[in-house]
T-cell receptor
Framework: DVKVTQSSRYLVKRTGEKVFLECVQD?????MFWYRQDPGLGLRLIYF???????EKGDIPEGYSVSREKKERFSLILESASTNQTSMYLC?????????????FGPGTRLTVT | GQQVMQIPQYQHVQEGEDFTTYCNSS?????IQWYKQRPGGHPVFLIQ?????EVKKQKRLTFQFGEAKKNSSLHITATQTTDVGTYFC???????????FGTGTRLKVLA
């Protein structure tokens, strides 16, 4: 079974803090994604990566950056957390670059910025 | 930009009733996927549709992809309490591997 793990289920941070969200997948997938999920808005893509050290902006990249130094790990960084970044963050992975395969999601991190 | 809308946003049904959620894209899609998210859980892949007019069934679930490949539907026959959750469609535009998720339909089933 594919397993996607995220470093924390719940996180509380203060405004202005730098926040790291970690995601690890164990199935050698090429593609990895970071989404945020807000009520009524569905899942919105922040960034995705189709290879090590490669990244592309999604629909809402402002205020975020990412890092993919190893194939299995994709990190989301909030450089200076703000209250409007309070949300559920979901990481996902899928196999084969450029293909249309199903995405496997992690359990999510609920981030609260106070 | 590209948008994928889903309706309805919420649906409450009595157990045993049917349920349908609709997904509409502003652009033509190369394929569409459906996911289910149980309360407190994460999205789980259900199915992928690729061909124009395609219909696929999974037990009580029927998925359709429109002829113009701009809309899709998920129909559940005789809902059960285990069907509770939020159903998302996700559309892929040709030339990208970036899926656009719909806003989701939250289904509640009353026993």
């Amino acid at each position: 079974d594919v397993k996607v793990t995220q470093s924390s289920r719940y996180l509380v941070k203060r405004t202005g803090e730098k926040v790291f969200l970690e995601c690890v997948q164990d199935m050698d997938h090429e593609n990895m994604f970071w989404y945020r999920q807000d009520p009524g808005l569905g899942l919105r893509l922040i960034y995705f990566s189709y290879d090590v050290k490669m990244k592309e902006k999604g629909d809402i990249p402002e205020g975020y950056s990412v890092s993919r130094e190893k194939k299995e790990r994709f990190s989301l960084i909030l450089e200076s957390a703000s209250t409007n970044q309070t949300s559920m963050y979901l990481c996902a992975s899928s196999p084969y670059r450029g293909s249309s395969y199903e995405q496997y999601f992690g359990p999510g991190t609920r981030l609260t910025v106070t | 930009g590209q948008q994928v809308m889903q309706i309805p946003q919420y649906q409450h049904v009595q157990e045993g009733e049917d349920f349908t959620t609709y997904c509409n894209s502003s652009t033509t899609l190369s394929n569409i996927q459906w996911y289910k998210q149980r309360p407190g859980g994460h999205p789980v892949f259900l199915i992928q549709l690729v061909k124009s007019g395609e219909v696929k069934k999974q037990k009580r679930l029927t998925f359709q992809f429109g002829e113009a490949k701009k809309n899709s539907s998920l129909h559940i026959t005789a809902t059960q309490t285990t069907d509770v959750g939020t159903y998302f469609c996700a559309g892929l535009t040709s030339g990208t591997y970036k899926y656009i998720f719909g806003t989701g339909t939250r289904l509640k089933v009353l026993a």
